[in-house]
């Protein structure tokens, strides 16, 4: 039993050797807080693009805010928009947002809390004051 102990503190000893110093091992909430942004970013970008099909101006708007419960419903009708299957950029964002709401209803459905379930403020993208510092 004392072996065991002790390849038992061994293991977590070279577990948190193997962490950076400071760091944290990412949390559902800061996971799904960042492939948020991330998402959002990359739709962003997707608009912004010159080289980019004429069908992304059609698509639903994908600012994500985790703490409205409408996000949910913003990333199905995201998935689910049928149009620009043949831009790979769109692909590639429609496969992050259904990571996000896997993520949302799977592993981290009792971890979060949602703030508000105001839909509308997720079709106006509001700068937070943390994005301007």
Known sequence: ELSTMKMLLLLIALLSAALPAGAAPPTCYSRVLSLSKEITESFKELHTS???????????????????YCVLAKLRDFVAYPGCDRVVEVNELKEK??????????????DLVFLTDDCNALEIPVSSPIEHS
């Open 50 to 68: 010159k080289t980019v099909d004429s069908c992304v101006e059609m698509l639903p708007r994908l600012y994500l805010d985790i703490h409205n």
């Open 97 to 110: 947002a259904r990571s996000l709401y896997t993520i949302l209803i799977s592993y981290c459905r009792r």
